[in-house]
């Protein structure tokens, strides 16, 4: 797959000195941070969670530190700046690489459930990935009656008041009425926490739009002080999530969640004390 480099923080042997050059990480999101984590494993069900993006790259990196690591996966994956349509080649290579993700027409028939999960404000990159996604399932004439089941989307979205009035990203698209019920789901984040995560973190890779999807030149690490910050930050989240008060937090926060009826989740909170 080509993707961008990105340390492994559950291991982080190969790191060296490079965290002495990186400025302490204020983790000042943290209790907000976990509450999402519990909403995103509980109401994704029983199934492998692929982080699209960065803007999540937290909750991904708190839950590697957590017994969940197992199920839980990155997919670099971009559609900022693409105002035309993919050429073909640009789908052939996001195929290549969704294929290596675990995440091919064959895949999404088979195991688990997959589950998207994505900062959401107008849904595009969900929306694209859908389409595209759906085109291949054609092409592959897999079965969809029995994908359409099995494939879901959970957006973190800004928390604002719940009223009939109020602004969701789904209801300005067609397609997730191809779902079931549970197939698009949302859950919510404070405002500062959410631009925080979507627009001014610093994050441990860059951007991944679709001119990169083909660029292997990308899979070096890069030791800028941007990406120094953002590593430090990123094992400093996953470092908290192996903490046991992250971890009892996680798990109050998991007991409230209407998924405690089911036996997965009781497992899994078992495992996390």
Not at 102 to 123: E, H, I, M, N, Q
Not at 146 to 157: A, D, E, H, K, S
Not at 240 to 249: H, I, N, Q, V, Y
Request: aromatic content about 10%.
């Amino acid at each position: 797959m080509n993707r961008p480099y990105r340390w492994d923080l559950v291991r982080p042997d190969q790191l060296g000195t490079l965290l002495e050059r990186a400025e302490k990480p204020s983790l000042w999101f943290l209790d907000e941070l976990i509450a999402c984590a519990a909403k995103v494993i509980a109401r994704a069900g029983d199934a492998d969670l692929y982080f699209v993006g960065r803007s999540a790259d937290s909750v991904h990196d708190l839950l590697s530190g957590t017994p969940w690591r197992e199920r839980i996966h990155q997919l670099p994956l971009s559609f900022a700046g693409a105002c035309d349509d993919p050429t073909a080649a640009d789908v052939a290579r996001l195929r290549a690489n969704l294929t290596a993700a675990g995440l091919s027409p064959y895949d999404l028939a088979r195991g688990r459930p997959k589950v998207f999960v994505d900062l959401v404000y107008t849904g595009r990159t969900f929306t694209e990935l859908y389409r595209l996604l759906r085109d291949w399932i054609d092409d592959e004439r897999e079965a969809w009656s029995i994908i359409r089941g099995r494939l879901r989307f959970l957006g973190i979205t800004i928390r604002e008041d719940t009223t009939p009035s109020a602004f969701r990203w789904q209801q300005q698209f067609a397609w997730p009425a191809d779902l079931p019920s549970h197939g698009v789901r949302n859950i919510s984040l404070d405002e500062p926490v959410w631009l925080y995560f979507g627009n001014t973190q610093p994050k441990l890779t860059a951007s991944f739009p679709r001119p990169r999807w083909s660029d292997e030149n990308g899979r070096a690490p890069e030791h800028s002080e941007k990406r120094l910050r953002g590593l430090a930050a990123a094992v400093a989240v996953v470092e908290a999530g192996r903490s046991k008060a992250a971890r009892d937090l996680l798990v109050r926060h998991l007991r409230s969640e209407p998924a405690m009826a089911e036996s997965w989740l009781r497992t899994l909170i078992t495992r996390l004390r």
